[in-house]
C-alpha cells in the first residue's frame, strides 16, 4: 500500500527487459520497482552495460517492458495505441541526449523551435517561446548561432532548451553529460537542476560519473539490471511519500 501527497508521475512496476542476441538471452533490467514523483531530480547510476539506457528508453515511453508495467500520469502505458502513446510523449516528456542531437545547418534559435512547429505552433509563438529558454538556459546572445559554432557546453544547453519548449512534466536524459569536460559536466546538470526546482518538471539522467551524484535529489543504482536506491537527499516532495510495504 502506497499513502503518498501527490500521485507518482511514472511508477514502474516489477519491471524486466531483456535482449535476444540469437540463442542467448541478455536481462538488462530485472524485476524493477519504483516511483518517480512529479518534480524529482533523479540520477540513474551505474557501471557500462548495467541497464541505464534501458531504464531511460522504458521511463520515456520509447520501449516496452518484456514484463511488469510502466504507468505514467496514471496511464498504463501497454493499454495505449501507439499513436496515444506518441501524443502522450510528445506532450508530457522532454528529451536530452548525450550527442546533444542538434540539427547542424538550423539556428539555435530554430533547433528550440522545431518541437512546436512540429506541434503546429505559429512561428511567430514559437519563437517567442525559444527565445524564453534560450535566455533561461544563458544562451540569449548566442540565437543565431548554428551548432558548429557553439562549444559542447553551449550546444547542450541548446537542448535543454529544446527539451523544455514544450513544458514537459518529465525530461530524460541519458547521459547528458558524457561528451562534456568536468567543468561543463556539472554547469549542466546544476542548470537542470534549477530549472527542475523553479518549474517542478521532473528530471531523470543517466551518468556513470560518480561526481555529479552530489547534485541530486534521489540516486538509483543499477547493478547488472537490479536496482538499488540511495534516498539520503530525497526532496521534501519525494520524502513525504511514505512506501508501507
Ligand atoms: N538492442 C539491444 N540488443 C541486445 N542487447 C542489448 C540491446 N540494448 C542493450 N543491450 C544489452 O543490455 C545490457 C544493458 O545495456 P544498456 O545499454 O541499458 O546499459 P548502460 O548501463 O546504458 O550501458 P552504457 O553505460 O555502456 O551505455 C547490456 O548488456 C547491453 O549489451
Known amino acids: 500500500m502506497t499513502i503518498s501527497s501527490a500521485a507518482p508521475l511514472l511508477e514502474m512496476v516489477g519491471v524486466s527487459k531483456h535482449y535476444m542476441m540469437g540463442e ?15 518534480g524529482e531530480f533523479v540520477a540513474v547510476w551505474g557501471p557500462s552495460g548495467s541497464g541505464k539506457s534501458t531504464f531511460c528508453n ?15 500520469q496514471g496511464q498504463d502505458a501497454a493499454l495505449l495505441s501507439d499513436d496515444q502513446r506518441s ?8 528529451f536530452i541526449f548525450q550527442g546533444f542531437n542538434l540539427i547542424p545547418v538550423l539556428s539555435a534559435l530554430e533547433n528550440v523551435m522545431l518541437p512546436l512547429q512540429v506541434g503546429h505552433a505559429g512561428a511567430r509563438a514559437a519563437a517567442d517561446a525559444a527565445r524564453k529558454r534560450l535566455a533561461e538556459v544563458g ?11 557553439l562549444s559542447g557546453g553551449q550546444q547542450q544547453r541548446v537542448a535543454i532548451a529544446r527539451a523544455l519548449i514544450g513544458s514537459p512534466a518529465l525530461v530524460v536524459a ?8 568536468s567543468d561543463n559536466a556539472l554547469k549542466v546538470i546544476s542548470l537542470m537542476r534549477e530549472i527542475s ?3 517542478g518538471t521532473a528530471f531523470v539522467f543517466s551518468t556513470h560519473d560518480e561526481r555529479l551524484l ?32
Open 174 to 181: 541519458d547521459e547528458p553529460t558524457a561528451n562534456l569536460d
Open 87 to 94: 501524443g502522450l510523449r510528445n506532450r508530457a516528456i522532454g
Open 214 to 245: 552530489e547534485r541530486v535529489d534521489r540516486r538509483i543504482m543499477l547493478h547488472d539490471g537490479a536496482m538499488t536506491e540511495d534516498r539520503r537527499h530525497a526532496p521534501a516532495a519525494a520524502s513525504q511519500w511514505v512506501k508501507l510495504c
Open 24 to 38: 542467448s538471452r541478455i536481462d538488462a533490467l530485472k524485476a524493477v520497482d519504483v516511483a518517480i514523483m512529479p
Open 197 to 199: 526546482k523553479s518549474e
Open 139 to 149: 544562451l540569449a546572445s548566442h540565437l543565431a548561432h548554428r551548432p558548429a559554432k
Open 58 to 72: 522504458l521511463v520515456g515511453l520509447l520501449d516496452a517492458p518484456s514484463s511488469g508495467s510502466v504507468h505514467f
